[in-house]
């Protein structure tokens, strides 16, 4: 489809409707308080805000099959066509397995009861059984950049980067269900509005954002990040929301730093500096931390030992607290944070490493070599009721 920018008249309209008929189904102050209930494996419950949409993701609340599961760390390299098992209370390497070529990302199911290996050059998913660590028969997906769940697990959704095309399958068998073409050159990683109606997602090589109704599946329109042709075009890379679910944080590789977005009105209402080549997000376990990655270049081909560094920022004051330094350099890009929120991982891209961060200290614990260009790894098991996706989005 040709690139459309957004009609915010049209959009807005949307919005109201959208929110009259969810104020007509209950949607009131006090029902927005309502807390979610969510069974843990020692049978108590944990209670999910809608205050703060992380809130289920808590240090140690494991869901029963999350708790079964073990605790390993799954690194692809990208170049190696392989994945590296970590031990994470050794902090070795305990087996590489092979996998198809250029695996970019580990992927939690919805349901939390296997994991996925993202094999994007081979246009197949390689399935790992997390209760034993052990890896399955690939299983043939088309252009498996990245992959996402829908908020109510109708639908696993396979980010077709190449392609250009968010293609919605069945969460289990993997089978193509709708393809929504995008205009969108180089779409990567997406995040969900607190309502679960609207999905938006990054357009990496194009420097735009694109809106996506999941009701109707299909775009809503497209913001540009960089509408000044005088200026370096954006290069948007991971996407998460605040807590409360008011402001989408976008990181952006190219102008060193995240867009705050607003995600109903999907307009720009600010901007903080991070670092060089602005890339990963994580929150912390409690939601009142966003830890982001630079690597520490503004291309895809970095270098050994390059500025890269981890920021944090507080989303309530909305500004960055503080500054994690790699001793020797670095190039950290995707991470996790463990599950009792006490160290963060992140994959060294282009020094062949994983890094581990005291999240308490911001000090660097541990330096891990795995194979080559490690991207999108997974500590597992993570807090939550669900999975969204990408290497652990949870909620």
């Known amino acids: 489809m040709p690139f459309v920018p957004i009609h ?12 009259a008929t969810s104020i007509g189904c209950g949607d009131t102050d006090s029902s927005r308080a309502i807390r979610s209930r969510m069974h843990l494996s020692n049978g108590s419950v944990a209670l999910a805000s809608t205050a703060n949409i992380y809130s289920a993701a808590g240090a140690g609340a494991l869901s029963p099959a999350a708790a079964r599961v073990k605790p390993l760390v799954y690194v692809p390299n990208s170049r190696s066509a392989s994945v590296s098992v970590i031990d994470p209370a050794t902090y070795e390497v305990v087996r590489t397995f092979s ?18 290996v993202l094999n994007n050059q081979s246009s197949t998913v390689t399935p790992i059984d997390p209760v034993t660590g052990e890896n399955g028969t690939p299983v043939h997906v088309d252009d498996p950049y990245n992959m996402y769940f829908t908020p109510d697990g109708k639908y696993a959704i396979v980010v077709a980067e190449r392609r250009r095309r968010l293609d919605f399958r069945d969460p289990d068998s993997l089978t193509l269900v709708r393809s929504l073409p995008t205009d969108c050159k180089g779409i990567d990683h997406m995040d969900f509005t607190s309502d679960n109606r609207y999905l938006i997602a990054t357009c990496e090589f194009s420097g735009h954002l694109v809106k996506v109704d999941l009701r109707t599946l299909s775009v809503v329109g497209y913001l540009d990040l960089e509408p000044d042709v005088s200026k370096a075009m954006a290069m948007p890379q991971d996407i998460r929301s605040s807590p409360d ?14 867009h705050l977005l607003d995600p109903v009105a999907f307009k720009t209402v600010g ?30 081909a970095g270098g050994h030992r390059g500025p890269g560094s981890v920021s944090v ?8 607290v503080a500054k994690w330094a790699l001793p020797g350099g670095g190039s950290p890009d995707m991470g996790n944070v463990s599950a009792d929120g006490k160290e963060y991982w992140v994959s060294g891209r282009y020094d062949d490493e994983v890094y581990v961060f005291d999240t308490a200290t911001g000090q660097l614990k541990h330096r891990i070599s795995v194979g080559r260009e490690p991207h999108g790894l997974c500590v597992w098991p993570q807090p939550g009721r669900f999975s969204l996706g990408h ?3 949870m909620r």
Request: glycine letters at 10%.
């Open 8 to 19: 915010r008249l049209t959009l807005l309209a949307t919005l109201t409707l959208a929110s």
């Open 99 to 116: 996998t198809g070529h250029i695996p970019q990302h580990v992927v939690p199911s919805y349901d939390m009861t296997r994991l996925w």
């Open 245 to 258: 679910g008011s402001i989408f944080y976008v990181a952006d590789m190219h102008h060193d730093g995240v």
């Open 271 to 300: 901007f903080l500096a991070t670092g060089i080549g602005t890339h990963g997000l994580n929150p912390s376990r409690d939601g009142k931390l966003l830890y982001v990655t630079n690597r520490g270049w503004h291309t895809t």
């Open 313 to 320: 920022i507080d989303p309530a004051a909305k500004k960055v």
């Open 391 to 393: 290497t652990g989005n």
